[in-house]
């Protein structure tokens, strides 16, 4: 089954939302133009279910703070390879690195997934 994501989670002040939702509609345009298949934002919204460990733990989440996840869709990993290497010579994206974090790239936690089920 061919697939493969990569999947963000981040902790970012909610002062910053509407910097980091511009930010992110900017990469996802550059990135879609390297060959990203799809890529999406999301954040957090139901993500205390007792029982079960929450994300705000595994980046912990400070007060003031919402959780942000993200989802990159590509062919393969190979597919990925290809086209971050391609992204991250953009010049573009290197100048939107040079701007000040909207939030702790420490507290970032990453990810890549083959698809295992897709209905």
Same mark, same amino acid.
């Given at each position: 089954?061919?697939?493969?994501?990569?999947?963000? /989670?981040?902790?970012?002040?909610?002062? %910053?939302?509407?910097?980091?939702r511009r930010l992110a509609q900017k990469? #996802?345009? !550059?990135?879609? /133009?390297?060959?990203?298949?799809?890529?999406?934002?999301?954040?957090?919204d139901d993500l205390f279910t007792k #029982?079960? &460990?929450? $994300?705000?733990? %595994? @980046?912990?989440?400070?007060? #003031?703070? !919402? !959780? @942000?996840?993200?989802? @990159?869709?590509?062919?393969?990993?190979?597919?990925r390879d290809r086209v971050m290497k391609?992204? $991250?010579?953009?010049?573009? /994206? %290197?100048?939107?690195?040079?701007?000040?974090? /909207?939030? %702790?790239?420490?507290?970032?936690?990453?990810? #890549? $997934?083959?698809?295992? &089920?897709?209905?």
């Amino acid at each position: 089954m061919k697939g493969y994501v990569d999947v963000y /989670l981040l902790p970012l002040p909610k002062r %910053n939302l509407a910097a980091y939702r511009r930010l992110a509609q900017k990469f #996802g345009r !550059i990135a879609r /133009l390297h060959g990203v298949l799809k890529y999406r934002e999301f954040t957090g919204d139901d993500l205390f279910t007792k #029982g079960v &460990v929450s $994300f705000t733990h %595994n @980046v912990r989440l400070r007060r #003031g703070e !919402i !959780i @942000v996840a993200a989802v @990159v869709d590509f062919k393969s990993r190979t597919h990925r390879d290809r086209v971050m290497k391609k992204l $991250f010579a953009d010049p573009r /994206l %290197n100048d939107m690195m040079k701007d000040k974090p /909207l939030f %702790n790239p420490k507290k970032m936690v990453y990810g #890549g $997934f083959k698809t295992f &089920v897709s209905k």
